[in-house]
């Protein structure tokens, strides 16, 4: 069973469209579709309270009504594997079926790209059943690494608000109880924040349970104070060094003095061959589904914004530095990122998370490449194209 994964206005031919799922899902499908011209004639469902009923001014109807001649989109979120089924059963061609995935990402079911749908959905995310999340406690960073990932190199000076940081992850708290398992307090460099000990100190006052860890390049700890050697320990929190090749920072030093203090803590050693380069499209114009399912990021880095929102992967969360910086316009889609606020079923998060997003049609297929070791920044966008 070949695929191709294609927008919306490759599907647009003289073939009648039908979208089986006449649910939200199902309209977020036909308003894609508008967007290309084309032409839906029939909503399709199993539902028999929605069949003959009417969706944006479309009938619905059911598969005993099926004709000859049409194309079909199968747009269910949890059901689009007992459909394909469905109708292939009943003897559709698989020529005729495409499935909706994603704002950006429609996969039909035969071309000549010698690629099965198997190796598609293998690189579909599979919904956490745990969260873990990053939070961004200062934007800007005193080391200047070159294309770095979370744009932190060229942020304006930023830091978080502790007001703010505390609604944010008492509605954490509130949606995934102690199904949090691990949080992140980093940046940027998280020890410039003058506030930082009342940051781990609520941290772990609300997730009680929940791994912490406090991610730094290591440059301040030998000016951080004993208040702060104190929070570590009785708050319970590791401390992630990230080592940096070619960096001249004196790693057995920042080592002894977090011995000295007896506080748990990991070098996080990144070899000089996996310093890595994020590819953007500054043309936003990438297949969103292509460059989420190859993105290693994708459903694993996912951080919490201070405006509640909670983002599949750290660039997303930050890219907003990067179009500031280099005077793109840019404004984020509401689908590329979770309310916390709006959206409070911690299922239906998973799943949202594990899903692409439209933003990721400004990374490249392929997103990550080797970059030849780290180095300083020039603050040029070729860092990043």
């Not at 940046?187 to 000990?197: K, W």
């Not at 940051?199 to 004993?226: P, S, V």
């Not at 070619?246 to 977090?258: A, M, P, Q, R």
Request: hydrophobic share 35%; glycine share 4%.
């Amino acid at each position: 069973m070949d695929i191709t994964i294609s927008s919306g206005n490759q599907l647009c031919d003289n073939k009648p469209i039908v979208i089986f799922g006449a649910g939200d899902y199902g309209i977020k499908t036909w308003s894609n579709l508008r967007m290309y011209e084309c032409i839906v004639a029939y909503f399709m469902d199993n539902n028999p309270d929605k069949i003959g009923t009417t969706i944006c001014g479309i009938k619905v109807i059911s598969l005993e009504d099926r004709k000859g001649g049409w194309q079909y989109i199968i747009s269910s979120k949890y059901h689009w594997r007992d459909i394909l089924a469905e109708l292939l059963e009943v003897g559709i061609k698989e020529e005729d079926i495409s499935i909706y995935f994603s704002t950006d990402a429609i996969v039909s079911l035969c071309n000549n790209k010698k690629e099965t749908l198997f190796d598609v959905l293998e690189r579909q995310k599979v919904p956490n059943s745990r969260m873990r999340f990053d939070y961004h406690i200062v934007e800007h960073c005193n080391l200047n690494c070159k294309g770095c990932l979370h744009f932190s190199n060229i942020a304006s000076e930023e830091y978080a608000d502790i007001d703010v940081y505390k609604n944010n992850i008492i509605q954490m708290f509130k949606i995934f109880g102690t199904r949090v398992e691990h949080i992140s307090l980093l940046g940027g460099e998280p020890l410039l924040h003058p506030r930082l000990n009342e940051f781990i100190c609520l941290t772990r006052r609300i997730f009680k349970n929940a791994e912490i860890e406090l991610i730094t390049n290591g440059l301040l700890l030998k000016k951080m104070d004993e208040v702060f050697w104190n929070t570590l320990l009785q708050a319970d929190v590791e401390l992630t060094v990230t080592h940096y090749p070619k960096s001249n920072i004196k790693y057995k030093d920042i080592i002894d003095i977090i011995e000295k203090h007896k506080c748990k803590y990991s070098l996080n050693r990144v070899n000089g061959n996996e310093w890595c380069k994020l590819k953007l499209n500054l043309k936003g114009d990438s297949i969103a589904y292509r460059s989420f399912a190859e993105c290693p990021m994708a459903n694993t880095c996912i951080t919490l914004d201070k405006k509640g929102h909670l983002y599949t992967c750290a660039p997303a969360a930050h890219i907003h530095h990067f179009f500031k910086k280099y005077h793109i316009s840019f404004l984020y889609s509401k689908n590329d990122y979770i309310d916390i606020f709006e959206e409070t079923n911690p299922e239906v998060i998973f799943q949202k998370l594990a899903l692409p997003k439209p933003i990721c049609r400004y990374c490249k297929e392929g997103t990550i490449e080797d970059a030849n070791g780290w180095a300083k920044s020039k603050s040029s966008i070729e860092e990043w194209t």
